[in-house]
């Protein structure tokens, strides 16, 4: 299983809303990514953890709240978000940190209305 | 800081054209560098990868050589199919870590019948 499996696929949701995103991978990778891409633009990374302890929040607004229940899962907890925040967001993972081969999902094309 | 400048898109071709994309950076000490690919509706994929000087990095039919003195990586294909038709960003890593992977803005491919 060389997979990184993300739902939903696609989100609508009103700036009042709370709504979360998931991303599963079954590779034994220590390191998962969250990323941030607008349309024709490249990712942004957002968050890194490494061995399930966030190592890097890149100024992320606290409306996005990442957590990590265990090795395999990655969630991105939303709420409060603006119209802006529409995008697609990406969740990958690696074996750890330093291994530079990443493994992305397809994706989650968040609308915020 | 470390920066990717790919050739400005898009790019259109007829199938079996030869495809060039350019591909130079700007990176403190020794890089790794890297051709991602983003098919329509999906993730990025790892296409090919060099992690030295002289390096070529081969996959699928394409092809990129670490090249340091002109600082350069640039993706070439002998003959493009229509299925090739995506997405492609140039990346780089520095210090041997994901934290530090800086893409280039990437380059639309469109290969036509």
């Known amino acids: 299983d060389t997979e990184v499996t993300q739902t939903p696929k696609h989100l609508v949701m009103g700036m009042t809303n709370k709504k979360s995103l998931k991303c599963e991978q079954h590779m034994g990778h220590r390191a998962m990514y969250w990323y941030k891409q607008k349309a024709k633009k490249p990712p942004e990374l957002m968050f890194v953890?490494?061995?399930?302890?966030?190592?890097i929040n890149e100024s992320v607004p606290s409306r996005f709240s990442p957590e990590c229940p265990n090795s395999s899962l990655l969630n991105l907890h939303l709420h409060a978000l603006q119209p802006e925040d529409s995008a697609l967001y990406l969740c990958a993972s690696s074996r750890t940190v330093t291994n530079e081969k990443l493994f992305f999902g397809s994706g989650t094309q968040l609308s915020v209305l | 800081g470390d920066s990717v400048t790919q050739m400005e898109g898009p790019v259109t071709l007829s199938e079996e054209a030869f495809l060039t994309i350019n591909c130079t950076y700007t990176?403190?000490?020794?890089?790794?560098l890297f051709w991602y690919v983003q098919y329509p509706g999906e993730g990025l994929q790892l296409l090919l990868k060099a992690t030295k000087a002289d390096d070529k990095g081969s996959n699928k039919g394409f092809e990129a050589t670490y090249r340091k003195e002109t600082t350069s990586f640039h993706l070439e294909k002998g003959s493009v199919q229509v299925s090739d038709s995506a997405v492609y960003f140039c990346a780089l890593s520095s210090g041997g870590s994901n934290y530090k992977l800086t893409f280039g803005k990437g380059t639309l491919l469109t290969v036509n019948p």
């Open positions: 990176a403190t000490g020794y890089p790794s």
């Open positions: 953890y490494s061995y399930e302890k966030l190592s």
